[in-house]
């Protein structure tokens, strides 16, 4: 899946077309203020974007979901850099409420032949 859209519609998309997934945003383009990046859902990462960074929801940004990469990236902001990673279907990391303690993902399609 592909889509280039502003960064509230990519992720509006992200939830509809994924229902379980969980999104870790990078530290490196959000400022944390001790707040956990890890184990977000689009409609939070919305919600919160709007209260810190809401210029940051209207945004040009392209979201990638398929073998090699999912995350979303903001390229006016940084192109090598996702603003954030995608983990589809509830895989590892399950979504727990912005906790820390998961484990990271290595595979992000364990069960695809």
Same mark, same amino acid.
């Not at 959000?30 to 940051?56: C, D, F, Y």
């Given at each position: 899946?592909?889509?280039?859209?502003?960064?509230?519609? %990519?992720? #509006?998309?992200?939830?509809?077309? #994924?229902?379980?997934?969980?999104? @870790?945003?990078?530290?490196?383009?959000?400022?944390?203020?001790?707040?956990?990046?890890?184990?977000?859902?689009?409609?939070?990462?919305?919600?919160?974007?709007?209260?810190?960074?809401?210029?940051?929801?209207?945004?040009?940004?392209?979201? &990638? &979901?398929?073998?090699?990469? %999912?995350? &979303?990236?903001?390229? @006016?902001?940084?192109?090598?850099?996702?603003?954030?990673?995608?983990?589809?279907?509830?895989?590892?990391?399950?979504?727990?409420?912005?906790?820390? @303690?998961?484990?990271?993902?290595?595979?992000?399609?364990?069960?695809?032949?």
């Amino acid at each position: 899946m592909y889509l280039h859209d502003n960064l509230q519609v %990519c992720l #509006y998309a992200l939830e509809s077309r #994924y229902p379980n997934h969980c999104v @870790d945003i990078s530290p490196g383009i959000i400022e944390s203020r001790g707040v956990s990046l890890t184990g977000w859902r689009a409609p939070e990462v919305v919600n919160m974007l709007a209260k810190t960074a809401p210029h940051l929801l209207e945004a040009p940004a392209e979201m &990638i &979901i398929d073998y090699g990469a %999912c995350a &979303i990236y903001l390229p @006016d902001i940084s192109a090598t850099m996702p603003l954030c990673t995608i983990h589809c279907q509830g895989k590892v990391p399950p979504y727990i409420a912005h906790s820390e @303690d998961r484990p990271q993902q290595k595979d992000l399609f364990p069960n695809v032949p």
